[in-house]
């Protein structure tokens, strides 16, 4: 997945929604930083899932692999992660 804050330059940073979710403003739009992979994606649903009870922390990719990850019996998660 290409990096999609590669061209956006950080204009200032906000926090929402209990001080953990870090948000940027960007000339792009508002964008969020992804917990699990540390990469500022665009706050919208092809990026983040949205819920009713709002976004999620991690991009859909972070989660799609997290999921991939247990459900082939395979290291954990972070573990998977880590460099070598």
Known sequence: M???SATATV???KRIG???RRMAVTELG???LCMSCQQ???LDQE???VTGKGVSYECKACIAE???CRAGGGAPWRQAQAPN
């Open 11 to 13: 204009t200032a940073w």
């Open 66 to 68: 997290r999921r991939a």
């Open 40 to 42: 500022l994606w665009p």
């Open 2 to 4: 290409p990096d999609a």
């Open 30 to 32: 508002d964008e969020q």
């Open 47 to 49: 990026f983040f899932l």
């Open 18 to 20: 209990g001080g953990f």
